[in-house]
């Protein structure tokens, strides 16, 4: 499990999992209560998946801030 998590698709899957169990719970049962904070809740980990989404960005942008876009343009 522990290797499963620390890659970024690993992640991805794990919280999209639990994002689906809880809206699956929704339909189990009956209390308005619990319906409401399983809501909350599935709600809360789809923007924690997108937040991570953001948040790989940041490397190829600090990659091409420092490399450049990698194009060898020279005209002659």
Same mark, same amino acid.
């Given at each position: 499990?522990?290797?499963?998590?620390?890659?970024?698709?690993?992640?991805? *899957?794990?919280? *999209?999992?639990? /994002?689906? &169990?809880? *809206?699956?719970?929704? /339909?189990?049962? %009956? !209390?308005?209560? %619990? @319906?409401?904070? /399983? %809501?909350?809740?599935?709600?809360?980990?789809?923007? /924690?998946?997108? @937040?991570?989404?953001?948040? !790989?960005?940041?490397?190829?942008?600090?990659?091409?801030?420092?490399? &450049?876009? &990698?194009? !060898?343009?020279?005209?002659?």
């Amino acid at each position: 499990m522990d290797a499963y998590l620390t890659s970024y698709a690993g992640r991805d *899957k794990f919280l *999209k999992a639990l /994002c689906y &169990g809880f *809206k699956f719970v929704t /339909c189990l049962t %009956k !209390d308005p209560e %619990k @319906i409401e904070k /399983c %809501k909350v809740f599935s709600s809360e980990l789809s923007n /924690c998946r997108a @937040i991570l989404r953001f948040l !790989d960005y940041i490397p190829v942008i600090n990659d091409i801030r420092t490399n &450049g876009l &990698g194009l !060898d343009v020279s005209i002659v």
